[in-house]
């Protein structure tokens, strides 16, 4: 299994903390976020990681090459960072990933080990992590679930009076999946018009297409998506 981390972002509603630092090196109770997120990817035996590049590549870089140079890490850069979107660098990571199973993250979530654990346990092979007690509005990424609990819909759009908890950034994709995936993503990608889409959108046309997707329920343990002062302030109390 491989891990894909989703690190191109400008981080422009945190601003000024991210004029001259990347998002996910901000510390957080003394760790930066893509550290302790690397923590928590080596202590469940993954070693072979994908990290998307974007705004202040270097700086992502230098940390990972000095901090963890143990693990496998493949850096693949987004120089269009400004002007996409999740959806277009996560395919960037397409030939990378080849036939593997992999989890893809966020590199703005901070989270406890114990979230990365219960998805990689999950005996479903394409999961979501997903938090049911929190208030959803436009901003958050929705999930609907059909009534034995499988997933129907996942994304922004959806209304959330329709919405059964919001997708916290971090997914197993199991390689059959993958495949379908990044075939959407590809044919997605090829107009212009659908470069600032997100990767979550993808996952209903997925399910859509008979891929079944499952949630993962984290609901109770830490995790903070870090978009703006207020969830930077929350991640560290």
Not at 12 to 28: A, C, E, G, Q
Not at 69 to 92: C, D, Q
Not at 129 to 142: M, P, W
Request: negative net charge; hydrophobic residues 40%; aromatic residues 6%.
């Amino acid at each position: 299994m491989k891990a894909v981390i989703l690190a191109a972002g400008v981080g422009s509603r945190i601003r000024p903390l991210t004029n001259s630092s990347h998002k996910s090196l901000l510390p957080v109770k003394g760790v930066s976020i893509l550290e302790r997120m690397l923590q928590n990817i080596e202590s469940e035996g993954i070693t072979d990681i994908i990290i998307v590049t974007g705004y202040l590549a270097n700086q992502i870089k230098t940390l990972v090459m000095n901090e963890f140079p143990k693990l496998k890490i493949a850096f693949v850069h987004n120089s269009r960072y400004e002007n996409t979107n999740t959806g277009y660098s996560l395919l960037l990571t397409k030939e990378l990933v080849g036939d593997s199973d992999f989890i893809k993250f966020d590199a703005d979530v901070v989270f406890e080990q114990s979230v990365l654990k219960n998805l990689i346990n999950n005996k479903n092979s394409n999961c979501l992590c997903i938090d049911t007690n929190i208030h959803l509005d436009k901003e958050e990424v929705k999930v609907a679930l059909t009534k034995d609990g499988a997933i129907s819909a996942v994304s922004k759009k959806l209304d959330p009076k329709n919405s059964h908890g919001e997708s916290i950034g971090i997914e197993k994709i199991s390689k059959e999946a993958g495949i379908i995936l990044f075939e959407e993503l590809s044919s997605l990608m090829i107009d212009d018009a659908n470069h600032q889409e997100y990767y979550d959108d993808s996952y209903t046309t997925l399910v859509n297409k008979s891929v079944p997707f499952h949630a993962v329920d984290i609901t109770g343990l830490r995790w903070v998506e870090i978009d703006t002062h207020e969830d930077y302030q929350r991640a560290n109390s």
